[in-house]
């Protein structure tokens, strides 16, 4: 299995910047794709960015230009760099990673970091 440890969130002014960390343990080596995901008080999931295996990027448009998703070398660590936030950024901000165990393709997700945005 595989276990995803959120940190780094916390409460930031508007334009400021953060750094989120999402720390994987477990059998690592099986995992392919991760993701961050985050969820705003009474609105649904959503994605903000996305690495594949291949180090594809995907972005939400709300976060273009702003966030940048990346992970270390060993794949233990995914991070996620949030530059120029706005007031429409907070929210809980989860992790996700997709893994094979016996040729079962399975997802993980962490318990979430808070992050609130001051205007």
């Known amino acids: 299995q595989v276990q995803l440890v959120e940190s780094g969130g916390g409460l930031v002014q508007a334009g400021g910047s953060l750094r989120l960390s999402c720390t994987a343990s477990g059998i690592i080596a099986s995992i392919s794709d991760m993701a961050w995901y985050r969820q705003a008080p009474g609105k649904q999931r959503e994605l903000v960015a996305s690495?594949?295996?291949?180090?594809?990027?995907n972005y939400a448009d709300s976060v273009k230009g702003r966030f940048t998703i990346s992970r270390d070398n060993a794949k233990t660590t995914l991070y996620l760099q949030m530059n120029s936030l706005k007031p429409d950024d907070p929210a809980v901000y989860c992790c996700?990673?997709?893994?094979?165990?016996?040729?079962?393709?399975?997802?993980?997700w962490g318990q979430g970091t808070q992050v609130p945005v001051s205007s």
């Open positions: 996700n990673a997709h893994f094979v165990l016996a040729a079962v393709s399975l997802t993980s």
């Open positions: 690495l594949s295996s291949g180090g594809s990027t």
